[in-house]
């Protein structure tokens, strides 16, 4: 019912930027929510970032707050993930989700529908 693609992702030198897109391949209205999470090698998948598509309204994760924005164009179906001061400790896969279930925003157990991820690698 729901397909989301990320692209984006890449290898990128310690402080760089990179911008992650996630494009929904059908509109549902039932889907307020969208967000950003990534996960290492060996680590728990963690929240990143979530918004509102209709308000805007943004939840981040507290240590990276300062060096994300995530930002939605629903003309397109599409959520981005400005990312800026990238650090090693950013490397991850890091996916796109959507159909919050209630709960926390973060909380990846709260979502439906996933993509298949995008790849981010922070060189030091």
């Known amino acids: 019912q729901v397909q989301l693609v990320e692209s984006g992702g890449g290898s990128v030198q310690a402080g760089g930027s990179l911008i992650l897109s996630c494009v929904r391949s059908?509109?549902?209205?039932?889907?307020?929510?969208m967000a950003w999470f990534r996960q290492a090698p060996g680590k728990e998948r963690e929240g990143v970032a979530s918004?509102?598509?209709?308000?805007?309204?943004?939840v981040y994760r507290d240590s990276m707050k300062d060096r994300v924005t995530i930002v939605r164009d629903n003309a397109e179906n599409t959520v981005y993930l400005l990312m800026r001061s990238l650090k090693p400790e950013d490397t991850a896969m890091y996916y796109c989700?959507?159909?919050?279930?209630?709960?926390?925003?973060?909380?990846?157990?709260?979502?439906?529908?996933w993509g298949q991820g995008t790849q981010v690698t922070v060189s030091s």
């Open positions: 989700a959507a159909g919050w279930l209630g709960g926390s925003r973060t909380d990846p157990g709260n979502y439906r529908y």
């Open positions: 059908t509109y549902d209205t039932g889907i307020n929510y």
């Open positions: 918004i509102n598509t209709g308000s805007g309204s943004t």
